[in-house]
T-cell receptor
């Protein structure tokens, strides 16, 4: 069966510091991968998605970037965090051998101080 | 782009009663409509989905209906239980690409014992 991992689970970072969040998927090949952000009490905002290695599409212009160095690895980065970057970051996967349903990882709760 | 509106934003029901959440979408090319349940501090979990070639789908106490002409779809929960308390999100595929979703803002459902 497929599983999706995210780390770290929680993170507290000062304004202006860099960020690296990692997501990996097991049990499937060539998945579509997604990064979402959820502000407190709000809905899901799609940040980036990738349909293959090295293929990244950005949905919202901001100080974040994403990379997909391996088939089942998706990384979210920032060079300098802003207060507004605080939120719950969720990685998700779909496709591959699993169909079109999107399944979410456990999430990373980021607080920028 | 796709715009998904979800109503109501909060819903309080007596245990055993039914709950109904409604969503409308704008893109007539959308063909995939999933529903997610998110408990406090947890990841969204896919609970049911429907494709545009089907008008209704049921899974135990939950059902989803789709009206393509009117561009709206609904989630029905019957015989509600306290464990149904959560935030529910609807989503619609963006165009005919099943791999991108646009989410509604969410409905907080509270089941009163």
């Amino acid at each position: 069966s497929q599983t999706i991992h995210q780390w770290p689970a929680t993170l507290v970072q000062p304004v202006g510091s860099p960020l690296s969040l990692e997501c990996t998927v097991e049990g499937t090949s060539n998945p579509n991968l997604y990064w979402y952000r959820q502000a407190a009490g709000r809905g899901l905002q799609l940040l980036f998605y990738s349909v293959g290695i090295g293929q990244i599409s950005s949905e919202v212009p901001q100080n974040l970037s994403a990379s997909r160095p391996q088939d089942r690895q998706f990384i979210l980065s920032s060079k300098k965090l802003l207060l507004s970057d605080s939120g719950f970051y969720l990685c998700a996967w779909s496709g591959g051998t699993g169909g079109y349903e999107q399944y979410f990882g456990p999430g990373t709760r980021l607080t920028v101080t | 782009g796709e715009n998904v509106e979800q109503h109501p934003s909060t819903l309080s029901v007596q245990e055993g009663d039914s709950a109904v959440i409604k969503c409308t979408y704008s893109d007539s090319a959308s063909n995939y409509f999933p529903w997610y349940k998110q408990e406090l501090g947890k990841r969204p979990q896919l609970i049911i989905d429907i494709r545009s070639n089907v008008g209704e789908k049921k899974d135990q106490r939950i059902a989803v209906t789709l009206n393509k002409t009117a561009k709206h779809f609904s989630l029905h929960i019957t015989e509600t239980q306290p464990e149904d308390s959560a935030v529910y999100f609807c989503a619609a595929s963006i165009g005919s690409n099943d791999y991108k979703l646009s989410f509604g803002a969410g409905t907080t459902v509270t089941v009163r014992a």
